[in-house]
């Protein structure tokens, strides 16, 4: 066997030993508690490269625990769309960690040590959810990274205990849900093992028991990826929890679920189920509709940055859970199936990542929490601003930009999917609109807007001092930022061949989507 | 023939590096301002570099990377295409000596932003004239229309802020409805490439779909002003006046403007166009625009309001021109695509010297103008008389055209149209040069002769755009333009 089939455990195993080691060394130390969390993401991110790599060049890892066969024992799988979502979070919350040393220093200064600690057990939830194969597994991990989010978002303390326990309640509330579907699948078929599963229930499609079970999957999993109208416990948490925190919420966390859903839907039920037994997809499409527009609206009426921000990953999720939504009725090789939905879960998490990193920049800098409090902050902080404007523009949709490939994506799925499903693309544009709105606003109030101080004509252009975040925190907001960019030029770029578009497209051959649809 | 080349690649990242250079000696406006001319003048010499190439009937192609399915990322070169570059690169030289002028005259803040974000708008509006297909013009007319939402901002003022939500307003929502255009083509047609005579497949799509396609396309270019989506421009000339002149004569609006005729004549084709008869929509609409936008700059006292409606009244000749769907149209409506922008921003120049040596924006105070500032005021009554189409400025070439296009589509409602619209221009610019010249000037600070002729770097942009006015009546085929147009309408095919 080779090294890299052990890697997911090990992925696993570090991570959690790493948040033991940082709670323990932490007594005698706080500093080491940021130095050994960012290595260990950082070897856990390469693990997930080559975790990559060996997927598409050999194909699907499995790792069985202690060598008990499935189904006996707990397996761990990943194919390309574990490997492609692992690689985002890992990306994305070494990201994270960075920016994390000086704000945390700065904003909780005497919760280091549990920071960290917190930190690694809900990159662990995450990397565990990811990838296994085991659904009652995945349970478990779900309740470690929920249990860690629920802790670190109330870490700041006071109005964050509230949004901390709605999320408490409503987050538990959905894994109730997700836990039932489990119980329900396994009175019927005495499995857990995903694989195990979508063997055996074919033949028991027709049983009502299967398909509630469906049924509750689908609701505990939306209440936890905060899809409109289950999303209420989102708003609160995103601006209230530190930044990083909002950043991971809202660029992997809720990702994480909307991957769960996709595996639960294609690994454990099958294309067949969801087209003839439960036709759910146009429903959801609905939904997700119906977010798009209402998150942008409830967005513009925000007047706390973060809060707006948050209303936004509603709608954005929207966009997500649209594609996921068209995936079953669109056949073209480039548009079809997942590929949009797989697609804008990445450009999420860099344009989202790179906005909450922003607003937890200007806090870090001078608690500006209100949009009408950065009134000329540009020639203060001239390159956070200069991020928060790329991933703004990218939000909105302006070519280049991941934003703008996503939307031409998916519109293109809308097309594609054909029928009344042609609204959507309405929809799409009229979202871009309302995320003009929300967003021209920011950017003009931080470039355009004169400062205090600074009335009339300013002939006397007196310069302001420009008052940076330090390097630490600025490097990964401006990673994020220029990636929203550059992969939006990737993604526009290596369209064209379809070989040469493998993960995504890999995916659907698993599933039997898109082009690869019977 | 189709020549690979790398030369629109190289004229494009001419603004690029210069906004580069312009960005990192910010602190130093002299060498800051010499970036910026050199790199008008590179690109203005590479764009014409593409000229005989173009006349030897090949078009210049340099593809980046394929995007979809027969649908590339690149440039395609073709005389239309190059009309529109030679007008906004050359321009962009006088205009960048012209903000020289202006910007310290009026010892403006924020000029390197400005100079940064004017090299982007260049970049957009020869993007947008190089694009080999809707998809690729789709993403440099967004790059367009971000970059120069900080140069009508500029002021700052909650005015000038007013003007520029209202711009991005209009214009990304109208992007929003160019995107839907793009997708729709691709979707119908299989392709968005431009191809003389329209796109083959595109005929097979419904009677239905193709009118509801043709209505998105217009909407998604309200860059072009056209009536009732045009008050974003008048608010808009917010802006200091370099960039009113250049971006909404010359840029902007010319890349809507561009962006229907691409549509009308190489995405639609014209016999398609007939067939459907959208050309009488289109015609409808440019004719009420231009009617009426002339009516309401009458009605404007402040200068470059006056010319803004007079821009608005203008880009419809253009649409008007295509929407006749024959070749004495096409040719007037192609010509007077870089006509118009010679005269209007000789126009604005002048509009904006004004302000800078006495500070006046509105006609009424102008009297007596003309005797203090003579350079000016002549190289405005040269503008005036080309926009009403008086020989000999070249605002007569392209009007005349568009009449025998008129007569050609046996359409006397239409030449009537063109003929009101004429004497409609002369009605609004003719109070503004009798004013300068022949009214007697009011109050003290014409006596001691307070006012006097602007900055040489203004006064000699505007002056040579006003020579060129009047040379290209005389001598059509300056820099090839009548060349390259008669290629271009050649080019269409069909009915044409």
Redesign the interface.
């Known amino acids: 066997m080779l090294i890299v089939e052990h890697l997911p455990v090990l992925l696993i195993v570090i991570s959690m030993l790493a948040a033991f080691t940082i709670l323990i060394v932490g007594w005698w130390n706080k500093k080491t508690s940021f130095f050994i969390s960012f290595a260990t993401i950082l070897v856990q991110f390469v693990m997930s490269i080559f975790i990559l790599r060996h997927v598409m060049t050999v194909g699907t890892i499995y790792y069985w625990f202690g060598g008990w066969a499935p189904p006996w024992g707990i397996e761990y799988v990943i194919d390309a769309l574990n490997a492609y979502v692992l690689v985002i979070l890992l990306a994305l919350s070494l990201i994270c960690v960075t920016y994390s040393k000086r704000s945390i220093e700065h904003e909780l200064p005497d919760k280091i040590v549990s920071f960290y600690a917190l930190f690694q057990l809900l990159v662990t939830g995450l990397c565990g959810v990811t990838v296994t194969g085991d659904i009652f597994n995945m349970y478990v991990f779900v309740e470690i990274f929920s249990l860690a989010a629920y802790a670190l978002i109330a870490s700041r303390g006071k109005i964050a205990l509230k949004a901390s326990f709605t999320y408490l309640v409503l987050g538990a509330l959905g894994a109730c849900f997700f836990l039932l579907g489990i119980g329900f699948l396994y009175s019927v078929t005495g499995t857990l093992n995903m694989h195990d599963l979508s063997i055996l229930l074919p033949p028991l499609y027709g049983n009502r028991v299967v398909q509630a079970a469906f049924v509750f999957f689908t609701v505990g999993l939306c209440v936890k990826m905060a899809l409109f109208p289950v999303h209420t416990w989102l708003p609160d948490a995103h601006s209230f929890a530190p930044s990083e925190i909002s950043a991971m919420l809202s660029g992997i966390i809720i990702e994480v679920s909307t991957y769960a859903f996709i595996r639960v839907c294609f690994s454990v039920y099958s294309l067949e189920f969801i087209i003839e037994y439960v036709p759910i997809f146009d429903f959801l499409c609905l939904v997700a509709g119906l977010g798009i527009i209402i998150g942008s609206v409830l967005a513009i009426a925000q007047y706390n940055l973060k809060r707006m921000l948050a209303y936004s990953s509603v709608s954005q999720m929207g966009y997500i859970m649209l594609a996921v939504g068209l995936s079953v009725s669109t056949h073209h090789a480039l548009w079809g199936g997942l590929t949009p939905a797989l697609m804008h879960i990445l450009n999420h998490a860099l344009m989202k990542g790179c906005l909450f990193l922003v607003a937890g920049a200007f806090i870090y800098k001078a608690e500006l929490w209100n949009i009408s409090d950065l009134q000329g902050l540009a020639k203060k902080m001239p390159y956070t601003c200069a991020a928060f404007t790329l991933a703004a523009i990218s939000m909105i949709g302006v070519p280049p930009s991941v934003g703008f490939v996503s939307k031409v994506y998916i519109i293109l799925a809308c097309l594609d999917a054909g029928g009344w499903k042609i609204i959507f693309v309405a929809v799409l544009l009229l979202s871009t609109l309302l995320n003009l709105v929300y967003f021209w606003r920011v950017i003009e109030m931080m470039y355009m807007k004169r400062g205090e101080g600074e009335e009339g004509h300013s002939h006397s252009s007196s310069p302001v001092k420009v008052d940076e975040i330090p390097l630490s925190m600025l490097i990964p907001v401006l990673t994020l930022a220029i990636l929203c960019i550059v992969v939006g030029i990737i993604w526009l770029m290596e369209i064209p061949i379809i070989g040469s578009f493998p993960i995504l497209d890999r995916v659907n051959e698993l599933f039997g989507l898109g082009v690869y649809a019977p | 023939m189709i020549v690979e080349s790398i030369s629109p690649l190289l004229a494009i990242l001419c603004p690029v590096i210069g906004s580069i250079f312009v960005a990192l000696f910010g602190k130093w406006p002299n060498i800051r301002e010499c970036w910026t001319m050199l790199a008008a003048i590179l690109q203005c010499l590479i764009v014409f570099s593409m000229v005989p190439t173009i006349l030897g009937g090949d078009i210049i192609k340099y593809t980046?990377?394929?995007?979809?399915?027969n649908v590339d990322?690149g440039f395609s070169i073709d005389a239309f295409g190059l009309i529109f570059a030679i007008t906004a690169s050359f321009l962009w030289i006088l205009v960048s000596s012209y903000s020289i002028g202006y910007m310290r005259g009026l010892?403006e803040?924020?000029q390197t932003r400005y100079y940064f974000f004017f090299c982007w708008a260049i970049f957009g509006a020869v993007g947008v004239a190089f694009a080999g297909n809707l998809l690729t013009m789709?993403?440099f007319y967004?790059?367009l229309t971000?970059s120069t939402y900080?140069l009508v901002?500029h002021?700052?003022?909650p005015e000038?802020?007013f003007a520029?939500?209202k711009y991005?307003?209009y214009l990304?929502?109208s992007?929003?409805?160019f995107?839907?255009a793009v997708?729709?083509t691709?979707?119908f047609a299989g392709t968005t490439d431009f191809t003389n005579g329209g796109i083959p497949n595109l005929a097979e799509a419904s009677r239905g779909a193709l009118m509801a396609l043709f209505a998105i396309s217009l909407l998604g270019f309200m860059k072009a002003a056209w009536m009732p989506f045009h008050s974003w421009l008048p608010t808009a000339m917010a802006a200091p006046t370099p960039v009113s002149a250049l971006l909404h004569a010359v840029a902007v609006v010319k890349a809507g403007v561009f962006g229907i005729v691409r549509v009308v004549c190489y995405i639609y084709g014209i016999d398609l166009m007939s067939d459907l008869g959208l050309g009488v929509v289109l015609a409808s609409i440019a004719a009420f625009t231009m009617i009426v936008a002339s009516l309401m700059a009458i009605a404007q006292d402040n200068l470059k309001k006056r010319l803004a409606y007079s821009t608005i009244s203008q880009l419809s000749y253009i649409l008007f021109g295509v929407a006749l769907l024959n070749p004495m149209g096409v040719e007037g409506a192609m010509l007077h695509v870089p006509f118009h922008a010679f005269m209007k921003i000789t126009l604005f120049m002048c509009a904006g010297a004004i302000i800078v040596a006495s500070g006046k924006t509105n006609i009424s105070e102008m009297k007596g103008l003309g005797r203090v500032m003579p350079v000016t005021m002549a190289a405005f009554a040269i503008g005036a008389l080309g926009m009403s189409g008086i020989p000999p400025v070249c605002g007569f070439i392209s009007k005349w055209y568009l009449a025998l296009g008129t007569l050609e589509a046996h359409s006397l409602i239409l030449l009537a149209v063109l003929m009101i619209s004429s004497l409609l221009d002369i009605v609004y610019f003719f109070p503004i040069i009798y004013t300068a010249f022949f009214d007697t000037p009011e109050g003290e600070e014409f006596g001691n002769s307070r006012i006097k002729e602007a900055s040489i770097f203004m006064l000699v942009p505007l002056t040579l755009t006003a020579i060129f006015s009047i040379i290209f009546c005389l001598f059509p085929n300056t820099f090839h333009i009548m060349d390259l147009v008669k290629l271009a309408v050649a080019g269409l095919g069909g009915g044409v």
């Open positions: 980046f990377f394929t995007a979809f399915p990322f010892n803040h924020a789709f993403v967004e790059i971000v900080p901002a002021d700052q003022t000038a802020l520029g939500r991005v307003a990304l929502t992007g929003c409805f995107l839907a997708i729709l691709y979707h």
